[in-house]
């Protein structure tokens, strides 16, 4: 225990005097880090742009409100587009999520040298890449449309679904998988009656967790023209209309909203 | 059951079916369907431009076995630096502004107005998408990256303080209540009864935060906002996918390399 002497007193200390220079020394360096990194950044500002800031709020503020809700009845079919995208695009994703999964997967995996390094490469290099670079890819390749949006999606999701899932099929009891399979199932019966019931909530959990993450990205997917709600946002932006704007974002959040509550309802359910 | 049991013999087992009721189910399975019937209808895809595009898509990916560099690195180099810094200081903002909110957060240890505040700032950082408030401070900032330094501090906010007040809601209360009982103060008592419980997931949390800021860095340049993103976007007009290539590369491997320094960090701690 460390200890210090205070006027003839031992007095109990949390750390050694040691430990404690170590400490106040990484501190010191990560201030530092700190603040080089904010001087980059105050070195990039414009700061005297920065007097009337408190002005530009007020004056965006006053030309967003209100909202023109009249614009509204242009936005019925994007607000569909936008949500086809997200819920097409979790299924696709799904769909190929589930062989990866399983072949990332310790104990199901065909082979531990080959297949799963593979499998592990597609779930790390499509989760590292955020969906509105997939989109300004796709963009280039199937041209501008839900399409393009509706790929990109799937293909950002497919990582993040396969890896949750494997994480799941890695947790399964392996007794229920024996039980079954000592009965003389075949592989694929094993699959069907040993694994999938295990994995099943977990699956169902996930599947709609990620369609709430994709409404809130497919609402974006449109700046760079793959579609959706967010087309409609950026030419408001570009003509400066800030009422259609600020309606657009209300929508935007009230979807995000109501999708957020329906995840959270199924997965109370399921869970 | 022995009655049942007699009936069932010489039939098949058949696996229960998951929703009881077959009105439900075939209500749920064919209103499914005509929904994604509906919504695939509504996507129209353009086979004459896929086929054009083909050919750019392939030289998207054979651009990976080839990527390019050096050609534009002071571009690559200046966005991947001013990506880290912007990552770095709205990290360390984030974190210090969000340990108190998810003190405030906690119902445990605030009081219901205070809680009520902490959990409607909360709930605001969570619903705004990263890319719409980049936007909206963009417009207001102008261009550079001091907009995304605040965008990525305040989604950082609404991450970290649920998760950090999830946390000390769950935290045990008989050490806390340890602590209290020697007469500490309020600093002394959160200091020493609740910041040791909760310690080893804020860091892993940090971590997982500087992660995703580096990630979302990336994207944030697409909209003016400062970072990596900004080159990449130049670099996808000009149709020059082995620079697009390289800077995804620099991405990814970051990337990878960020989620394994946090994964021994996290194993170390925990």
């Keep these: ?271 | 059951m022995s009655v049942a049991l007699e009936a069932k013999l010489g039939q098949a087992w058949k696996k229960p079916h998951f929703i009881k009721n077959p009105a439900w189910r075939w209500a749920l399975i064919l209103g499914s369907i005509a929904y994604f019937a509906a919504a695939w209808s509504g996507i129209d895809i353009n086979f004459g431009r896929i086929a054009r595009g083909w050919e750019r898509g392939w030289q998207f990916i054979s651009a990976f076995g080839d990527p390019d560099f050096t050609s534009r690195w002071d571009d690559i180099y200046k966005g991947i630096y001013e990506s880290v810094v912007m990552t770095i200081a709205s990290t360390v903002v984030g974190i210090a502004i969000s340990i108190p909110i998810a003190l405030g957060a906690a119902r445990n240890i605030a009081p219901l107005p205070v809680y009520l505040v902490c959990r409607a700032v909360i709930a605001v950082s969570r619903a705004l998408n990263e890319i719409i408030v980049a936007i909206i401070l963009v417009a207001i900032l102008g261009f550079g990256p001091l907009a995304g330094f605040i965008t990525l501090s305040f989604a950082t906010i609404g991450f970290l303080a649920k998760l950090l007040a999830e946390d000390i809601e769950n935290m045990s209360k008989s050490q806390a209540e340890a602590i209290k009982s020697t007469g500490a103060s309020w600093t002394q008592w959160i200091n020493f009864g609740v910041q040791p419980q909760v310690m080893p997931r804020l860091i892993g949390l940090s971590m997982y935060r500087l992660d995703i800021n580096f990630r979302e860095s990336a994207v944030l340049g697409l909209v003016g906002a400062g970072g990596i993103g900004g080159t990449l976007n130049t670099a996808f007009s000009r149709y020059e996918f082995d620079t697009v290539a390289a800077i995804l590369l620099i991405i990814i491997v970051t990337v990878m390399f960020l989620e394994y320094l946090s994964g021994i960090i996290r194993a170390r701690i925990q």
């Design chain 1, 1 to 271: 225990m460390p200890m210090q002497e205070k006027n003839g007193q031992k007095v109990w200390q949390l750390r050694t005097t040691k430990s404690q220079w170590i400490r106040w020394g990484m501190w010191l360096v990560g201030l530092v880090i700190f603040i080089l990194s904010w001087q980059e950044i105050s070195d990039k500002t414009l700061w005297f742009m920065m007097d009337n800031v408190g002005e530009v709020i007020v004056d965006i503020g006053s030309r967003a409100t209100p909202p023109r809700w009249s614009y509204i009845n242009q936005l019925w079919w994007p607000i569909w587009d936008t949500l086809a995208m997200a819920t097409l695009g979790t299924i696709f994703a799904l769909i190929m999520a589930v062989p990866v999964a399983f072949m990332a997967a310790r104990n199901t995996t065909p082979s531990k040298f080959f297949v799963r390094p593979f499998a592990l490469l597609i779930i790390v290099s499509t989760r590292s890449v955020n969906s509105l670079i997939w989109a300004l890819l796709l963009v280039s390749i199937v041209g501008p449309g839900v399409f393009a949006g509706l790929i990109a999606i799937s293909i950002r999701s497919i990582g993040f679904c396969a890896k949750l899932l494997y994480e799941a099929i890695e947790e399964i009891s392996e007794t229920q998988v024996e039980a079954i399979r000592a009965t003389g199932a075949s592989p694929l019966q094993v699959m069907v009656y040993g694994i999938v019931p295990q994995i099943m909530p977990a699956f169902a959990g996930i599947a709609v967790f990620r369609w709430d993450i994709n409404i809130r990205e497919s609402t974006v997917l449109g700046l760079v023209g793959a579609g959706g709600i967010g087309l409609q946002l950026q030419s408001s932006l570009n003509v400066l209309a800030w009422p259609q704007v600020s309606l657009i974002l209300l929508v935007i959040l009230f979807a995000v909203i109501i999708g957020e509550w329906i995840s959270a309802k199924v997965r109370g359910a399921i869970i």
